[in-house]
């Protein structure tokens, strides 16, 4: 295997435009799911299946880890260290857990049936695996692959959806579906490195450590972003009334768009940042995100009903006063993306801890005081993506400039994409 050499890199600016390309279309298919998904199930069971859908992608924090350290560690190694036994063995490990844990998560998300929580479990191998390849492809410079598979894996979940639909599947069967969908495109995305991607561990033993250190690392702080981001949909599902919740789940994923549309800000100051760690770049582009989430949420409010109702149609029409609050959340958890991932470039981690304790703020609110309607659970998440907020810009503003992190791995021609690439992240 280690014969082979990468793909020839196309060049820089064409490469981040056709890979623009390729999670813009990916962004826009997961709003499609959305359409047909939340159509098919009504807001009862959706608020069941976005609970679900954001407890996987919280679970599957590892993905977007594996694609960050496989993009670095392929480039830099070539195939030998696309070796995919780490990421199936985290999946296996994932995917134990969740079944054990099934009976907690299906009370958790008010589902009578337990083979809901073992399907989302039985999902995470595939999901996890495809971070790994997708890091690799990145890592090979295969750009033009890697945007093909955004496109493809979100054209899986819509079939998925119109297949639930079709046949009038319920919560399960639709989880079932997407689920079958995840493998096959796994099998997929296996078949394009099939020539690279191998099972042999060929890493030294000392190096296998510091693969599990940048693992750790990366989770901590891509898993405070996705818990941040869908803590309260999984919330609203146990604390309110089950259509309110599907109506709140609906809601969530046109607020979070600020997040989404913006992320590639965040990612931006990446190689910027991991020289020269300067503030004043983090704080241009913190007014920036500013200022796009502003125009956004003008739309918005000239006719919050035609947005919710294009997206969920009539059944949801009675959560359009929530958007706007909801997107006021969005403004503050795009502002706390860039903080944390700016951060994380230099490689520190204060507000990393910092937002973890907010989120822990954040559940003890809801449980204890605000778990009475939608917006008191909007309002403690945003009580929480506040703190986030504000204590990474008084960082900025008071605190001694930061020394930028060293790195003994040359940064990618490309920026490392994590993935989150709209409203199902993939």
Request: with cysteine.
């Amino acid at each position: 295997m280690s014969g082979h050499s990468p793909a020839r890199p196309t060049g820089g600016a064409a490469s981040g435009a056709l890979l623009g390309l390729g999670m813009a279309a990916a962004s826009a298919l997961g709003y499609v799911f959305v359409v047909v998904i939340s159509r098919a199930l009504g807001p009862a069971d959706y608020g069941g299946f976005s609970a679900f859908n954001s407890i996987g992608l919280v679970l599957a924090i590892p993905a977007g880890a594996f694609q960050v350290v496989y993009a670095r560690r392929v480039a830099r190694r070539g195939p030998p260290a696309f070796d995919l036994r780490l990421p199936l063995l985290v999946g296996s490990a994932v995917c134990l857990l969740t079944v054990v844990l099934s009976p907690a998560l299906a009370h958790v998300t008010r589902v009578d049936s337990l083979l809901a929580p073992v399907l989302v479990g039985l999902g995470l191998p595939p999901l996890i695996l495809n971070g790994a390849l997708m890091g690799g492809l990145l890592g090979m410079r295969r750009i033009g692959t890697l945007s093909l598979a955004y496109v493809a894996i979100g054209t899986s979940r819509v079939l998925a959806a119109l297949a639930a639909s079709a046949l009038g599947l319920g919560l399960t069967g639709a989880l079932a579906v997407v689920t079958l969908a995840s493998y096959v495109m796994a099998g997929t995305l296996w078949w394009l490195c099939r020539a690279e991607a191998h099972l042999e561990w060929s890493a030294p033993r000392g190096d296998r450590g510091a693969v599990f250190r940048t693992l750790y690392r990366s989770n901590s702080a891509i898993g405070v972003l996705m818990a941040l981001t869908t803590v309260d949909v999984v919330l609203a599902r146990y604390l309110l009334p089950p259509v309110e919740s599907g109506e709140y789940a609906l809601v969530s994923t046109l607020g979070r768009s600020p997040i989404w549309v913006t992320q590639f800000l965040a990612l931006a100051l990446i190689p910027t940042l991991a020289t020269s760690g300067s503030p004043r770049t983090i704080l241009r582009a913190s007014g920036l995100v500013l200022g796009v989430c502003a125009v956004g949420t003008a739309v918005a409010a000239a006719a919050p009903e035609f947005w919710v109702g294009l997206l969920g149609g009539q059944a949801y029409s009675a959560a359009a006063d929530l958007l706007l609050p909801y997107l006021a959340l969005g403004t503050l958890l795009a502002l706390a993306q860039v903080l944390v991932i700016a951060e994380m470039a230099q490689g520190r981690h204060v507000l990393t801890k910092v937002a973890w304790c907010a989120v822990a703020v954040e559940i003890i609110l809801c449980l204890a005081f605000f778990h009475d309607s939608a917006i008191q659970v909007l309002t403690a998440a945003m009580v929480a993506a506040g703190l986030v907020v504000v204590v990474g810009l008084g960082e900025l503003l008071f605190a001694a400039r930061p020394a930028p992190a060293s790195s003994a791995e040359p940064a990618l021609a490309e920026p490392v994409i994590f993935s989150r690439t709209g409203p199902v992240d993939t």
